[in-house]
């Protein structure tokens, strides 16, 4: 699977039909912007793969550095289209990912999962990622 990078508008475009499955709070216009604000502010890249001109999955990440934990890989999204799971794309994805943060030096990898979505819990507890935390967080009005 060839897994391609989204550098320009219109490729950060044309993965918005696969984010909004993730993050339906978006719209197309606020995730073009969001998107490249995060890349510009946060070194945010984004991936994805392309089957028959159509995006099936795509994943978002960035590398920072903790304290708690040093250099770090974290991976702010990872979906797959709901038309195109069980062939492999995610798997493909995540390896990409895992193998992309041992190039750059990263110490450890990171991502957050929604507590609901056991389909990818699978896939990540088969590539030997542990259950490592809880996440607590707050709406700040």
């Avoid at 960035?62 to 040093?70: D, N, P, Q, S, Y």
């Avoid at 797959?80 to 990263?106: I, M, P, V």
């Avoid at 507590?115 to 996440?135: E, G, N, P």
Wanted: with cysteine; proline share 2%; glycine share 4%.
């Amino acid at each position: 699977m060839n897994i391609q990078l989204a550098q320009s508008d219109p490729q950060i475009q044309a993965c918005f039909p696969v984010f909004s499955e993730l993050r339906p709070h978006l719209s197309a216009e606020d995730f073009l912007y969001q998107v490249k604000r995060q890349i510009h502010n946060h070194g945010y890249t984004l991936i994805y793969i392309e089957d028959k001109d159509q995006i099936v999955a795509a994943a978002g990440f960035r590398v920072a550095e903790f304290l708690a934990w040093g250099k770090t890989f974290y991976v702010d999204d990872l979906i797959t289209a709901s038309f195109a799971r069980k062939h492999g794309y995610g798997s493909a994805l995540l390896d990409w990912l895992l193998n992309e943060a041992k190039n750059q030096g990263c110490a450890q990898f990171h991502l957050d999962s929604g507590h609901h979505r056991h389909d990818a819990h699978r896939l990540y507890l088969s590539r030997k990622l542990q259950i490592s935390s809880h996440h607590f967080s707050i709406e700040i009005e």
